[in-house]
């Protein structure tokens, strides 16, 4: 069994910066990717950065360049570093991963960011 809880959400001010964590249990965490998803009111889900085991990243091109993805295997914690907030970004971020074909999710946390 997995879970996965978000934290670190907020209210900012746009051109400010936000930190998410998502912390994993489960003992297959270090082998695991993680992506980081958000939904904003009344739209769907959209991904936005993916971490592999290796540590290879990807993000969405609206993020690009202004959030970082990053993991701490030892504690079981994955990161999103949101830098230069604009009013778009605003959403819930949820935390994702994939365990023996089962996906899994956490609860989310808004992330609210004003002009």
């Known amino acids: 069994q997995v879970q996965l809880v978000e934290s670190g959400g907020g209210l900012v001010q746009a051109g400010g910066s936000l930190r998410l964590s998502c912390a994993a249990s489960g003992s297959t965490f270090s082998i695991n990717a993680l992506d980081w998803y958000r939904q904003a009111p009344g739209k769907q889900r959209d991904w936005v950065a993916a971490i592999t085991s290796g540590d290879i990243t990807n993000y969405a091109d609206s993020v690009k360049g202004r959030f970082t993805i990053s993991r701490d295997n030892a504690k079981k914690k994955v990161y999103l570093q949101m830098n230069s907030l604009k009013p778009e970004d605003t959403a819930v971020y949820y935390c994702?991963?994939?365990?023996?074909?089962?996906?899994?999710w956490g609860q989310g946390t808004q992330v609210t960011v004003s002009a």
């Open positions: 994702m991963t994939v365990v023996n074909r089962q996906l899994y």
